[in-house]
């Protein structure tokens, strides 16, 4: 015959293994959410670098036309999925500035030239800037 302590103890490891796994559960969704989260963010960065390497490209092709002295004030290219577009104005105080195609921007505060370049992938755009 069953004790009545002995009857209220069935079925109690029941109750906590169902307890432990769902502790265990919940953990293991917590970390995958965090996880899947990080992974996004690793993704972004190689997006964004993809669209910094554009502006880039765009800078040193308007350097490259200033030293073919083919001035023009907005540049552009594209490879894949990957584009910039980069434009040329002349410094405020530049006296000979080739007007046109060139306009002097009175924000730029270089000798010569502002080249400012943005490169776009995948809707992520990075950009520079530069004063010479």
């Given at each position: ?76 290219g594209t490879v894949g999925d990957v584009s910039f577009t980069a434009t040329l104005k002349c410094g405020k105080d530049y006296l000979n500035c080739p ?34």
């Open positions: 015959m069953l004790r009545l302590s002995e009857y209220r103890q069935k079925g109690i490891a029941l109750y906590y293994a169902v307890l432990v796994l769902a502790v265990l559960l919940s953990i293991a969704l917590g970390l995958s959410t965090i996880a899947v989260g990080q992974l996004k963010v690793f993704g972004d960065v190689g997006d964004s670098v993809k669209a910094l390497y554009a502006a880039d490209s765009g800078m040193e092709n308007v350097l490259y036309e200033i030293k073919q002295n083919n001035l023009l004030p907005d540049y552009s007007m046109p195609p060139l306009v002097k921007d009175p924000a730029c505060d270089g000798a010569y030239y502002c080249v400012k370049s943005v490169g776009t992938y995948k809707n992520i755009q990075r950009a520079m800037e530069a004063s010479m």
